[in-house]
T-cell receptor, first 116, second 113 residues
């Protein structure tokens, strides 16, 4: 158990819909990362938040957005869903102490999204 | 595009044998990390090696890093059936406070009892 929790575990929805994935980082971790894992694209970094602020963006579509709340939990919002959005979505957290860039990331169990 | 490329894509060995997986990357890195993923589950961090380190050990794991060749290898000694999983290398490109990881496509290891 990494200490990172994600809900829900599974989500089945239809094209055009909007869903929200939730992540609670490990206690004390300030950074949250979102990744998408699909068969054809592999593991892709989507976005990072650090202590409530967006820190880096990767291959995140404009239809997707995220935020990190004052209690440090994060939500990933996916809208206008397409069949190709079906994937495993992982959240990870790390400490990221300033000046100490050598951080491992702790991954949650993932949310499996199926778009029909 | 993927920063890291693992080789081989799949590896099948007998229990007790050693397994070696390689990873190549393209740009300068801050550190390189190896993760394991059991089928459809979350990734588990195995080991982190910094760009100024050449070799690191953790239990049955040995990781090497050659920054001149931009490559790393993960050796699992005396493999067990429970080591069956996909193994990913991930490179950390630090900058402006972001420590995002860029993953390779992974090596699928099967350890036959």
């Amino acid at each position: 158990d990494s200490g990172v929790t994600q809900t829900p575990k599974h989500l089945i929805t239809a094209t055009g819909q909007r869903v929200t994935l939730r992540c609670s980082p490990r206690s004390g971790d300030l950074s949250v990362y979102w990744y998408q894992q699909s068969l054809d694209q592999g593991l892709q970094f989507l976005i990072q938040y650090y202590n409530g602020e967006e820190r880096a963006k990767g291959n995140i579509l404009e239809r997707f957005s995220a935020q990190q709340f004052p209690d440090l939990h994060s939500e990933l919002n996916l809208s206008s869903l397409e069949l190709g959005d079906s994937a495993l979505y992982f959240c990870a957290s790390s400490v990221n102490i300033a000046g100490a860039p050598y951080n491992e990331q702790f991954f949650g169990p993932g949310t499996r999204l199926t778009v029909l | 595009s993927q920063q890291g490329e693992e080789d081989p894509q799949a590896l099948s060995i007998q229990e007790g044998e050693n397994a070696t997986m390689n990873c190549s990357y393209k740009t300068s890195i801050n550190n390189l990390q190896w993760y394991r993923q059991n089928s459809g589950r979350g990734l588990v961090h195995l080991i982190l090696i910094r760009s100024n380190e050449r070799e690191k050990h953790s239990g049955r794991l040995r990781v090497t890093l050659d920054t001149s060749k931009k490559s790393s290898s993960l050796l699992i000694t005396a493999s067990r059936a429970a080591d069956t999983a996909s193994y990913f290398c991930a490179t950390a490109l630090s900058g402006a406070g972001s420590y995002q990881l860029t993953f390779g496509k992974g090596t699928k290891l099967s350890v036959i009892p």
